[in-house]
T-cell receptor, first 111, second 112 residues
Framework: GQQLNQSPQSMFIQEGEDVSMNCTSS?????WLWYKQDPGEGPVLLIA?????ELTSNGRLTAQFGITRKDSFLNISASIPSDVGIYFC???????????FGQGTRLTINP | DGGITQSPKYLFRKEGQNVTLSCEQN?????MYWYRQDPGQGLRLIYY???????QKGDIAEGYSVSREKKESFPLTVTSAQKNPTAFYLC???????????FGPGTRLTVL
C-alpha cells in the first residue's frame, strides 16, 4: 500500500533555531496535510496543501507541496519551546477513503 | 463550539473486560475514524465510517468493534479478544472520506 516516509525521525535543537523536515512518497498525492501532536493530545491540523508547487505559511510555519507531487516540506523558523511535539504528514490514500499518515518527526528543543 | 469530544480522558479496565470508548462530533461531518497510537509510534487505523450505518475495517481491526447508528457518534468497543489493548485511542472526523481530518483529545486506555 501507499506509504509516507518522514525525515528525520527525531530532531534535537536549540531554542531559536530553524527546523526543516520532509515527507516523501513513491506515489503521487493530490493533497498534503501537516499535523502537530502535543504530548498526550490529539493531532492538530497545521497546514493543508492542494496544488503542486504551493507554498503556504501559518505564522512561523511554512510548508511546500513538491513539484513532483511525491514530497512535501515543513519549515519552522525561530523555534520556541511550545513547538515541541510530533509532526505528522498525511495525504489521501488510494480510493481517497482515508488518509495515509507518515510515522512522524519528533521535535525536542533545548532551552 | 464545534468539535470532537472523547470521553473519558483516562480509562482503566481489568483484563478480560470489554470496554467502550465514546466519540461524538457536532461538525456535521459524514466520515469518522478510530486510530490507535502506542508510545513513540505513529497512528494506526482501526475502523472508519464514511456514512451512517456503514463502516469498514482499517489496518488493525482485530479485537475491536464499532457502530455508526447516528451521524454524530462513532463508539469503539475494545473486546477481550484484543491481546494488547493498552494504548492511546484517537477519534477523528472529516467532511467527506479522504478530506482533512480533525481529531479529538484522545482516550488513554490502561488494562490491568
Amino acid at each position: 500500500g501507499q506509504q509516507l516516509n518522514q525525515s528525520p525521525q527525531s530532531m534535537f535543537i536549540q531554542e531559536g533555531e530553524d527546523v526543516s523536515m520532509n515527507c516523501t512518497s513513491s506515489s503521487i498525492f493530490n493533497t498534503w496535510l501537516w499535523y502537530k501532536q502535543d504530548p498526550g493530545e490529539g493531532p492538530v491540523l497545521l497546514i493543508a496543501l492542494y496544488k503542486a508547487g504551493e507554498l503556504t505559511s501559518n505564522g512561523r510555519l511554512t510548508a511546500q507541496f513538491g513539484i513532483t507531487r511525491k514530497d512535501s516540506f515543513l519549515n519552522i523558523s525561530a523555534s520556541i519551546p511550545s513547538d515541541v511535539g510530533i509532526y505528522f504528514c498525511a495525504g489521501p490514500g488510494q480510493g481517497a477513503q482515508k488518509l495515509v499518515f507518515g510515522q512522524g518527526t519528533r521535535l525536542t528543543i533545548n532551552p | 463550539d464545534g468539535g470532537i469530544t472523547q470521553s473519558p480522558k483516562y480509562l482503566f479496565r481489568k483484563e478480560g473486560q470489554n470496554v467502550t470508548l465514546s466519540c461524538e462530533q457536532n461538525l456535521n461531518h459524514d466520515a469518522m475514524y478510530w486510530y490507535r497510537q502506542d508510545p513513540g509510534q505513529g497512528l494506526r487505523l482501526i475502523y472508519y465510517s464514511q456514512i451512517v450505518n456503514d463502516f469498514q475495517k482499517g489496518d488493525i481491526a482485530e479485537g475491536y468493534s464499532v457502530s455508526r447508528e447516528k451521524k454524530e457518534s462513532f463508539p469503539l468497543t475494545v473486546t477481550s479478544a484484543q491481546k494488547n489493548p493498552t494504548a492511546f485511542y484517537l477519534c477523528a472526523s472529516s467532511m467527506l472520506a479522504g478530506n482533512e481530518q480533525f481529531f479529538g483529545p484522545g482516550t488513554r486506555l490502561t488494562v490491568l
